[in-house]
């Protein structure tokens, strides 16, 4: 494991059997592993007991993030671990590790790759470089990619990824950019896959939305509840029947409809 490259890596959606046998060689050897804990709960029995854990959280995921470049700077080899993959519904998250990285201090290893990303801070998935590495200011940021909830979902519904409008909501900040591809997409008849937003733009909130924008009320949705999990389960019906309907963090929702493909 090279130590001059802080790693984001892609664990999968829950099951053991999705982590990669790259993502678990690269944990085996880290000196630190970070994450959410919902991240650090899949892989936890893959880190060496004597690497350190820092669990990340919204309120100290700043000064987390600072820690974890200060240990990189000396010398430890660090991994960050994103629940399935780091290059789907994760580019905030991203975005906060490079601007961590960025701060000043005198790079490690004296890495001097050629620095072929956006600057820092950049938020679009076009900024991480085809080759997944960075630099900003000395510290290189490798993206290594995992087995995505999404790809699971799409095996499921038996649905082509290339057939599919996907659309997060797991973000922060406001939605109305998002809202408005959604009830375009609706209004085109496209397949479309959406992350919830955990509490407030969850399943129920969206069929609201969905309805309340003219699409039908008859129109055909799935909510995929914990993949790859003991407690994975699938609901099926119309928009009209998930309006009072709870759902975990761990959700999925996919209209298909695929109007346009099937008038071909
Ligand atoms: C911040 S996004 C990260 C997505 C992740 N990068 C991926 O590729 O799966 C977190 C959201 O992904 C979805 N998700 C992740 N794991 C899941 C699972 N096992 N089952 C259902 N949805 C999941 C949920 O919508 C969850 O709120």
């Given at each position: 494991m090279p130590k001059d490259k802080l790693f984001v890596v892609g664990i999968g959606p829950g099951a053991k059997e999705y982590i990669t046998e790259f993502a678990k060689k690269i944990i085996k050897n880290a000196d630190l592993v970070a994450g959410f804990e919902p991240a650090i709960n899949i892989i936890r029995d893959l880190i060496n007991t004597r690497a350190e854990i820092i669990v990340l959280d919204y309120a100290s995921e700043k000064p987390k993030l600072n820690m974890i470049r200060s240990k990189f700077r000396d010398s430890k080899r660090c991994v960050i671990c994103c629940v399935g993959?780091?290059?789907?519904?994760?580019q905030q998250f991203i975005k906060k590790i490079r601007s961590a990285c960025s701060q000043t201090g005198a790079p490690r290893n004296e890495f001097r790759g050629t620095c072929v990303t956006a600057p820092c801070g950049a938020t679009s998935r076009s900024a991480i470089p085809p080759d997944g590495t960075s630099e900003s200011s000395g510290i290189g940021i490798e993206v290594i990619p995992g087995i995505s909830s999404v790809q699971i979902a799409c095996a499921k519904a038996g649905l082509a990824m290339e057939d599919i409008r996907f659309i997060t909501f797991h973000k922060s900040g406001s939605l109305k950019a998002e809202k408005m591809e959604l009830i375009e997409a609706a209004k085109l008849g496209k397949n479309i896959i959406l992350l919830p937003r955990p509490w407030d733009f969850m399943p129920q909130d969206i069929a609201k939305f969905l309805i309340r924008k003219g699409i039908p009320p008859k129109t055909r949705i799935s909510v995929y509840e914990?993949?790859?999990?003991?407690n994975e389960a699938v609901f099926r019906g119309?928009?009209?029947?998930?309006?009072?309907k709870d759902f975990s963090d761990l959700s999925i929702m996919i209209i298909k409809q695929n109007r346009l493909r099937q008038k071909l």
């Open positions: 993959d780091p290059n789907f519904s994760d914990n993949l790859t999990l003991k119309s928009l009209e029947n998930f309006l009072e």
